[in-house]
Every structure is written in C-alpha cells, then in structure tokens.
C-alpha cells in the first residue's frame, strides 16, 4: 500500500491582506506536501480561510456588507495568492461552508454528550482585535492588550466550557514521551512548562455577536474561534462522510504553524482529539517568523510587503527560494529586497541558470544538439561528479525527510556549483578542438545533462515552475509531474536525446544604487 501524508498550514484570518510572512507558512508547507508526492506518497494538503468571529462581523458591518459577502472577496484574493506561489493544495477549507458547520456541530454535540462540555458563566476581559481574552495580571502598563496595545472590554456572559482540564495530565504524558509531538525542541520546552502551570476549562462560545456556528440547540450562542477554527483538519479528510479516506490521512503527518499559535494546536487542539476519542496528529511544528529589521511582519506595524507585488517583479519561484534558502526552518528570518535580489543573481542566475545555459550551449555548438554516444569514452573527473551526484541525492533526502529544508536546498545548490566546476575541469571547448578526444567530449556533456536532470528532481518542490523548465529545455522524454524522487538516480537520461536551445532562466536584476535604495533596473522580466 502507498504511504500517505497529511499536512497543513494554519487557516488564515480574512481580517487583513496577506503577506509575506503568510506566504512564507505556505511556501514551506508547499514545498513538503511536493516532496513527499516526489517520494511517491499520497498527500494530502490542506490550507483555507478562518472566517468566523466578531471582528469579521464588526469590519463587514462598517462596510455595510453581510460577513459572508466581505469574507467572500477577501478568500478569493488568497485563493488566487496560492495559485501565483504555485501552491499545490488538494483542498481550501472555508470555515463558513456548510461541510464545515456539520462538523463542527457534530463534534460539540459529540463531546457536550461526554460531559466535557458544559454551560457556565464566562467573565473576562476581551480584546476583539486580537480575538482573545486576558487576565488583568496579563494586561500591559496601560491596562490594554499585551500583544496589540489596544483597549480590551470587559465581559461577562453565560457560555460554553470545555473541560481542557479534564485531559492535562494525558496530555502532558503524551508529550513528554513523543519527543516529535511538538517541534522545534524549544517550542516543546515553552509547552511542557506551560501545561505544568495547570490548565483551565476553556471558554467555547459567545453571545455577543452571531457570525459563527450556533451552538447545536441553543442557537443564542456561537462557537467561539478555536474550537471553530481547529477542527477545520478534520473536515476535508472525510470525518464524517469517508471512513477509508479518513482512516488514510488521519492522524495528521504534520500541522505546520507559526510559533504564536503553537499553544492552541499543541494544547486545545490534542484535548479535543482526546475527548472526540481521536489519534493525535504526529507533529506540530511551530516555525519562525518572517521579521523586518528585527519586528514581525504585520499590518499594525506598517512593514507588510504585498507577495502579489513581489511575485509579479521577481516571479513566484524566486521568492519561494528565497524563503526557503535564508530562513532556518523554526528560527525568525530577515526579509529584505536586497538580499532577495542578491539571491536571484548569484544563485538562480549565475549558478543555476549559467550551468543550464552552458550545458545546453556546448550541446548545441559542438554535437548539434545531441548527446552522443560517448562509445567508452571518459575523462578523470567523471567518476568524482557521479559519486558526488549520489551523495547529493542521499543528503537532499535525508535532509528533507527531517524537515532541514535549507540544508536541503543547499545541497541542492551544491551539487550545482560541483557540476559547474566539472566543466571547468574537464574544458569540453579543448576536447572539442581534438578529434581523437571526440568519445571523452560525449561523456562530459552526457554528464553535465545527466546532472542537469538530477537537479530538476532536486529543485522540484522548492522552485516547481523552474525544475519543470529545465526539464523542458533539457528535451526529457515524458511528462515531469511524473518524475519521481527515484528517478535521481544516475544514467537515466537517454543517449541520442536532442536538447532544446537554451533559454535563460533568470535574467540578472541590473540594481541602482547601493542598500536599502537599490531599485530593479531590468523591470517586466520574470522568471
Ligand atoms: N486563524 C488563525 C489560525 C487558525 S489555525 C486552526 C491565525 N491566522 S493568521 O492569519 O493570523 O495567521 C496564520 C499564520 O500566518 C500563522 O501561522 C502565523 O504565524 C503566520 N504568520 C503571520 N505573520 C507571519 C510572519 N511575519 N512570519 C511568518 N509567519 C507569519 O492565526
């Protein structure tokens, strides 16, 4: 039976524009869910919208629109974000649709039946901005939210509780012996300490505004977020209508997460699947945050940077190599114009293009267009860049496979500057002038093609539209959604293939002045 996997990013609020910084959750996502259909895996990636909550329903009522029909617009803008990123997602949950609110409201009925819902007084202090609730020790020197600064309200109303501390010590227990349960390590550290300090039951519903989900037989009160929000998972995999497909994708392989919204999935989200009498997802992964001089990226701090713009300057796959390649997996990492356009000339279009350029240049030039039989002819350097090619793959997998996807994508780009060094070395333009070097001519630039082929593998979940390229101008045989991560493996190119001409890749970016100023020159040209 083939292997499956099941991953997915947060849900995203409609209450701001995405940027960057959520491109970055989803590009890192993207790249996973591709790697693992690479290693032939049948994967499931889930992404959507989080729809639901009085902030939602406070914006669209300033704009005089029903809820639906501002949320409504907004999701299709990041709908059309994810297909500009190349983001391959098998489904888009929206928590306002109606396959949603099944679940959901099956899911309350299931554990209010348990007894592990219960109807209580909720009193606390509110900031609606932020969506949660505070306790006045927590509030900061003004006496507003700690994280936006904002005002928060005071509320007192009859609601909801799930009895989260019910399911503490379990939970701590499942942790503390699941040493993958919730990654990074220092994330898995803040929560162990967390849970220690006791959990209390937590509050579910509101009945102060109706854009949510009514409580199934008190339909004054609405579900609040989490509850909401979480169990979206759950939804497009078949809980309800589809056993098998469910008993196939769940537990969850992975829910990647920014590292504020860790403790929601590593501490509510496992209580509810305890209580629902559910596995656990196997990982949580809190990764960093995309910063700007040091702060997070975000609307109230005025440093957003709109993916859309950037996608239409620079093209989707630079930026997803971007991401990729300067952030560590689970640290923050720096944003900046400059290094991205550093990236794009030195990595894409010197070291990736130029080897493309040039193997398919000397194709052209010195065996019109076709790799020869080289009939047993070699060069001394052959052996090293075949046993290399090798190591790379194994790494790369190894790599991927523990989620170290810069490491990974360095590799990557190893092996590209090994091969480049190969022509170096082995100076096909001298074995050209030399008749008798004719077979040892063959064999480099079968080489430098079969490494060119292995590299697409190689690139294809970080850059999917370049590796597809360079399959392309290669002149592969056969449809490259159909290559596997197995096919990386030396000698598959066929003898007697005739190349395309090449086209280049990633023009270079002209920059103008120095720093933080430097502006695009060569504007309009995409990869
Ligand atoms: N709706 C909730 C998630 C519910 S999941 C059941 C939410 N939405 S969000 O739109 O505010 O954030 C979604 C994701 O984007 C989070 O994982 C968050 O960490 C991530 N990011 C938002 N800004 C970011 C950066 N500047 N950098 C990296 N990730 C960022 O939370």
Same mark, same amino acid.
């Given at each position: 039976m083939r292997k499956s996997f099941y991953i997915t990013t947060p849900i995203y609020y409609p209450s701001a524009k995405l940027h960057i910084g959520h491109a970055y959750c989803t590009t890192l996502a993207d790249t996973m869910a591709r790697y693992k259909r690479l290693a032939g895996y049948d994967v499931f990636f889930l992404t959507g919208s989080d729809e639901h909550g009085q902030k939602i329903q406070r914006t669209a009522e300033k704009e005089g629109v029903t809820p639906i029909a501002y949320v409504d617009g907004i999701v299709a803008g990041f709908q059309k974000l994810w297909e500009r990123l190349s983001v391959s997602n098998d489904d888009f949950i929206r928590t306002s649709e109606e396959r949603h609110i099944k679940v959901v409201q099956e899911i309350f009925r299931r554990i209010y039946e348990k007894g592990d819902i219960y109807k209580g007084e909720y009193k606390g202090l509110y900031c609606t901005p932020c969506e949660s609730y505070w306790t006045n020790l927590q509030l900061?020197?003004?006496?507003?939210?700690?994280?936006?600064h904002r005002p928060v309200e005071e509320v007192a109303e009859e609601a909801y509780f799930f009895r989260l501390s019910n399911y503490a010590d379990r939970l701590l227990q499942h942790i503390e012996e699941n040493e993958d349960f919730i990654q990074p390590v220092s994330r898995r550290n803040e929560m162990i300490n967390f849970i220690k300090q006791g959990l209390e039951d937590l509050c579910i519903s509101r009945t102060s505004f109706d854009w949510g989900i009514p409580v199934p037989g008190d339909e004054k009160h609405v579900i609040y977020v989490w509850f909401d929000a979480l169990t979206n998972y759950l939804?497009?995999? /078949? +809980?309800?209508?589809d056993a098998e497909k469910f008993a196939k994708f769940w537990p969850a392989d992975i829910h990647l997460v920014g590292k504020e919204i860790v403790r929601f999935h590593s501490i509510i989200w496992p209580c509810i699947l305890m209580a629902l009498d559910l596995p656990l997802p196997k990982q949580i992964y809190g990764h960093g945050w995309l910063v700007v001089k040091g702060d997070k990226m975000s609307k109230s701090k005025g440093n957003v940077v709109d993916p859309l713009l950037l996608i239409d300057e620079f093209g989707a796959d630079a930026i997803r190599y971007f991401l990729l390649r300067e952030i560590n997996l689970g640290q923050d990492g720096n944003f900046s114009r400059d290094a991205l356009i550093t990236r794009i000339n #030195?990595?894409? #279009?010197?070291d990736l293009g130029n080897l493309l350029h040039r193997t398919l240049n000397m194709i052209g030039k010195f065996q019109g267009g076709i790799l020869v039989d080289p009939a047993g002819g070699a060069t001394e350097f052959d052996e090293s860049l075949t046993a290399d090619a090798k190591t790379a793959v194994d790494n790369y997998t190894r790599e991927m496979d523990v989620r170290a996807l810069s490491d990974a994508v360095k590799t990557a780009w190893n092996f590209i500057g090994r091969a480049s060094k190969y022509i170096d070395e082995t100076a096909p333009w001298a074995l050209a002038k030399d008749p008798a070097k004719k077979g040892a001519l063959a064999a480099v630039l079968y080489n430098l093609a079969e490494s060119l082929r292995i590299i697409s593998i190689m690139v294809a979940p970080i850059m999917p539209t370049t590796a597809q390229k360079i399959h392309e101008q290669l002149n592969?045989? /056969?449809? +490259? #959604? #159909?290559?596997?991560?197995?096919?990386?493996?030396?000698?598959?190119?066929?003898?007697g293939l005739t190349v395309g001409t090449p086209v280049q890749l990633f023009p270079r970016i002209e920059i103008e002045g120095e720093g933080k100023q430097a502006v695009k020159k060569n504007k309009g040209k995409k990869s």
């Open positions: 900061d020197d003004n006496g507003c939210c700690p994280d936006c939804t497009p995999i /078949g +809980f309800l209508d #030195a990595d894409l #279009a010197n592969l045989p /056969g449809d +490259f #959604a #159909a290559v596997r991560l197995s096919d990386a493996e030396w000698g598959k190119t066929p003898l």
